[in-house]
Every structure is written in C-alpha cells, then in structure tokens.
C-alpha cells in the first residue's frame, strides 16, 4: 500500500504554474460567494441540501488547490533544478475553471462520433416560457423523455416529409440555461441530413425542411410526453393551454446551411452554441457580499445586457443547472448509435454525391489538447521543459488526496529498478491528460487552464 511518508516538499524553487498566472480574476469571486453563502442557500432551498451537491460545493472550492486535489509534479531529471507541479481538476460540474476542459473533452468526443462525408444539421427544440418552471419542478422524471422525443418528432418530421418511413442519426445534447442564466431547457441535436429507409434499403437526404411543419410536430411530442410523464391536472392544463396560446408550434431553429465542415470552426461552432457554464467567470463584474453583478450577451437585442442580483439568486441560477448524478447530457441515437451506422457509411455518401454531385462537407476528427499544449497557448511557455538546462522534464511523483504518493521516481531509484516505468511528459499532440501510474491503476486528471 501506498505510503505517505514519501511525501516531502522538494528543496528546489518551485513554480506552480497554474495557480498563478492563469486563473482569471473573478474565479475568486465565485469561490468566495459558494464560501460565504453555500450554506445558507441549502437551508432555504432543501431540494439542494444533499450530500451529492455538498460534493460538488466542496470539489469546486479545492479545485486548483495541489494539497487538496493532489498533483503531478515534474522535475528535470538532468539537472535535478527544474520542477513544474499540476494539480489535479477537480471535474465538479459547477467549476467554471474546469469547464473548458469540459468543453474540450466534449468537442472531442463529438468530433469522433461525426462520421466524415455526411452532411448533418444543427437543430435547437425549445420548451415554451409557459412550461418551463414544471420542467424544472420535475426534471427529474422529464428530461431523459425530453431527450428521446426530440429524437422521435425528427425521425417522424423527415419521414412525413420524404414520404416513408425514415431513421436519422442524431448527437442530442441537453442544455438547460439560456443565456443570462435562467433556467430554459432546450436541446440541440446535431442531425443527420435526412435518413435510412429501412425497406428501401437506402439513404434518403432531405434538401428542403418545410420549417412550419416542424414548428407543429415538436409541439405535438413534446406536449405528448409531457402528459404522458407527469399525470397531473395541472399538467393536463398547461397542455391544453398551450395548444390555444402557441397556434404555430414551439420555437425550433434550424441553423442554417450545414454544420460546419472546417477542422478549425468544428470545435468554436459546437462549443459556442451547445457547452458552455450557465455563467463564465468571465462574466462576474461585481460583488459586494450580498449582491452578484454579471454581464451577458443576450439574444435578442444582441447587445451586452448586465444583471445585479441577490447572492442566492446567482447561486441558484449556477446549481440549478447541474444534471441528476450521473446523468447523461450527450446522447446518441437512432443510426448514429448503432454499429449499422459505419456499415451504412458507404451508401450514405453515395446517396450524398449523387444529390450534391460530390461529397463535401467531410467533417475531421479532432483531438483534445493536452494539458501541456494549453499552457503553452496561453502562456507561451512550455511547462514541461527544465527552465535551466532546457532538457524536457520527468514525471517525479504523483500524489493524491485519498490514495497518497502513488508514484515516486526517487524511491524507484533508490531500490535500484530503475528502468523507464515513469510516465513521461506526455509529448505534444498525444492526449497527456489521464495518467494511469502501474502502482494505482488510479485515473488522475489534469486540470485545464483557461
Ligand atoms: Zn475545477
Ligand atoms: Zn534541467
């Protein structure tokens, strides 16, 4: 077992890169507000007063902290002068500081499920004003439903529009806050252009999306899961309230022209519209103790629109966000989820050229940055390089709050089996993010730095 005797402070100056330099000046601010009003909010809002939000309070208020996230710690093994430290992410889903890792990750993850040559769509499906303080009342039972019938109403609008039967691909994300903040669920579903005709055996692409159409037909799912999910009266009449008040159908937002299919507007394209904190720390302008002062741009005026509120509204706007434990936001359905999907590739891209004459569009695989790579842009210097002799540094050990020192380099040498077991500065371009030390088999994660 692990033991923590080794766990000494070097004797050679050290830099803690990112304890300095990068964390943006209100993330402070943000600590502090959880730090003084946290518990105070759990006591008036007894749905939040749970040990699972506890947790999340507590990660997100350590995070950054080496002592209390444990830590890689690199040392030139050259010269012996060289030593970086990393502390680990705290992965809370309320850390804004984390959150771009989270968004990097996310792109990635993504990116790999867009298969290349076929065209998708981005399609945001929108709960109305009238229903949302329900959805949010029974979130628990309604957004996984929410979810599957976003999925239902597109596979049911291209087969009424191409006349038969069809399947899509669909990347459905859940996103539950608009753009100050509040709380408006919607989903955004990165949609194949049409889809596979089962009995035909064939891919069937859709030109043209007759968008009043949709309009009606999300109106008519959603509202039909809604009564079917909460059997209530009062559900029963806000649907029948909302056939009268909404003629037209809920809002949806086909966004025009295909997803884009550059490598490079991929990652901005996605993370712009689908992850992104309720409230950046970015965002944070003021705070006197009681009251938040935050900025965002909003939607319809487009313009920078700023907002001061009580210190539990601000509170509540950032945890009611944060999904059921262990929820998935990310879903993958019809073809898109299925292993039929690369078989049907082929004919996908067929059907696409014969359409469009040639296949474009191809959408690249991206990778996620490596801790190393971020630092490097935002600092412009390479943290894993010995700042006196220039030579790449090794992992020196690595320890962790509830397992200890789980790799020692310096015990490995004294006992003399020194070989190469360390696991190196991740090179450039390989994702040197999770390390698994042979000791542990612990999955330890580096923090992201923007
Ligand atoms: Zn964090
Ligand atoms: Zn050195």
Redesign the pocket.
């Known amino acids: 077992m692990v033991k923590r005797r080794y766990h000494t402070k070097p004797n050679t100056s050290k830099r803690c890169g990112m304890m300095t330099a990068e964390t943006p000046p209100a993330w402070n601010i943000f600590k502090q507000i959880f730090a003084e009003h946290w518990d105070g909010f759990k006591r008036v809002h007894p749905r939040y007063n749970k040990p699972y939000y506890d947790g999340l309070v507590d990660k997100m208020l350590g995070c950054g902290d080496p002592e209390k996230m444990g830590y890689i710690e690199y040392r ?7 030593t970086h430290r990393v502390a680990m992410s705290c992965k809370s889903s309320l850390c804004l500081r984390c959150a771009k890792v989270y968004v990097d990750n996310w792109v990635s993850q993504v990116s790999r499920m867009l298969h290349e040559g076929v065209i998708y769509r981005h399609i945001v499906l929108t709960v109305p004003a009238m229903l949302r303080q329900t959805f949010y009342q029974q979130s628990k039972a309604v957004l996984s439903p929410f979810m599957r019938c976003g999925v239902q109403c597109l596979d049911d609008f291209s087969s009424r529009v191409s006349g038969k039967p069809l399947k899509g691909g669909y990347i459905v994300v859940l996103q539950t806050h608009g753009r100050n903040g509040q709380y408006n669920p919607h989903l955004h579903i990165i949609a194949t252009s049409g889809g596979w005709a089962q009995q035909a055996r064939q891919w069937v692409h859709l030109d043209y999306l007759p968008y009043s159409m949709l309009r009606k037909k999300w109106q008519w799912h959603l509202l039909t899961m809604l009564r079917q999910t909460v059997k209530t009266q009062e559900m029963k009449r806000l649907v029948d309230a909302c056939y009268t008040r909404y003629r037209e159908g809920f809002v949806t937002n086909v966004h025009k022209g295909d997803v884009p299919s550059r490598y490079q507007s991929l990652a901005t394209y996605l993370a712009k519209y689908v992850v992104s904190p309720p409230i950046s720390v970015r965002r944070i302008d003021r705070y006197d103790g009681q009251r938040v002062t935050y900025h965002y741009r909003s939607h319809k005026s487009e313009q920078v629109e700023r907002e001061t509120v009580d210190v539990s509204i601000f509170i509540g706007r950032m945890i009611q966000h944060v999904f059921p434990k262990g929820f998935q936001r990310i879903r993958y359905y019809g073809v898109q989820a299925t292993k039929t999907f690369a078989k049907l590739k082929g004919l996908i891209q067929e059907a696409l050229a014969k359409v469009q004459g040639i296949v474009k569009g191809a959408i690249k695989i991206m990778a996620p940055l490596t801790y190393r790579q971020r630092y490097q842009q935002s600092t412009g210097r390479d943290p894993l390089r ?6 790449e ?1 090794g992992v020196w050990r690595i320890w962790h709050p509830t397992y200890g020192l789980i790799y020692n380099e310096l015990k490995t040498i004294e006992r003399g089996t020194y070989a190469s077991q360390a696991p190196r500065a991740a090179p450039t371009g390989s994702s040197g993010r999770t390390v698994w030390p042979g000791s542990g088999g612990i999955s330890l994660s580096l923090p992201g730095l923007r």
């Open positions: 030139c093994l050259h010269c012996g002068e060289g010995c700042p006196r002799c220039q030579r540094m």
